[in-house]
């Protein structure tokens, strides 16, 4: 088997970059992969509060990104990237903003959507391959989309988003809104507090 | 509804370029978007092959692409797509290499898999969105998956492209060793004579 990957997001990290870290390491797991999710910075109070709730370790913080391969997820430009990027093997990128300054010399997958989180994209990824999402994943992808779509009231909302929402609000066990509810507070808590680390 | 969009390829197109081209246009035609292939060059004897097997009509000649809104299928490269590229909008981009140098000032659709072929994605993209795929597109997605992959041969071949292959030799109803065979003979006549335009 080929080195270990670390799945991770943008520096900065906020609530979709550090589960969209968690779940797609999940899913290569299941998938017979050896990966390990990642973060490039501190966790934010919002973050800390979806992983509490989810009972999910914090991902390992990466320092210096240099030699090894990473899967990003959530960004896919250069100024966002972990230190030492530029001297990584990017093996993957998943992710639902403008299309960046990423260039690779063999062929990777790439999967760009223009929806509201990078979790909702994860979720078609199970469903592609066929990987079961638990309740705890769900909860994870669920909170992903929340924060970014501002509980479905962003304009980068989509209809799939929605969908998407819907599902994994089921399998998680949990009302969207208010558990959106419970996150947007979390969120207005921003900047009240050093983030911890 | 949004300024129409054309389809296109890499200059000097290959099979693979001309058939995404028109296979990505049909398909985003089924899905209510208006879109027309178009191509960034002469058409190769291989791939004049394919389109009178196929009876299938050449796409346009796109000379300038300013202005324009753009799909960029079998390349994500400004070294590679047609002329005035930089001046266009990239609405989404369907390929199969190394991760070029195209950013985009928006998210976009960007779908890049290391297989063999963008025929492959293409045909799970018509999966995906559950639109069938009549015998001459399957046909035509046969064609360019058969070309890049050498008939199944090139070491850029995975197992999904073989399964693709089996099931669009299924629809387009011919078998695919002796379909390729035939293909790779005008192959082999590229350079005899004068590409045609
Ligand atoms: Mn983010
Ligand atoms: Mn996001
Ligand atoms: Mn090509
Ligand atoms: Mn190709």
Redo the contacts between chains.
Sequence with gaps: MSQPSYVIGHQQPDTDTIISAVAYARLKQAQGEDAAPARAGAINPETQFVLDRWEVEKPALLEDAAGERLALVDHNEHSQTVSGAREAE?TD?VD???????????????????VGSTATILTRLYD?ADVEIDAQTAGLLLSGLLSDTVVLRSPTTTDTDRTVAERLADIADVDYETYGKELLQQKSKLGEKEPRE
Excluded: A, L
């Design positions: 990017i990128i639902h903003h403008r299309i960046g300054d990423v260039e690779t010399s063999s062929p990777i997958f790439f999967r760009n959507e223009p592609e």
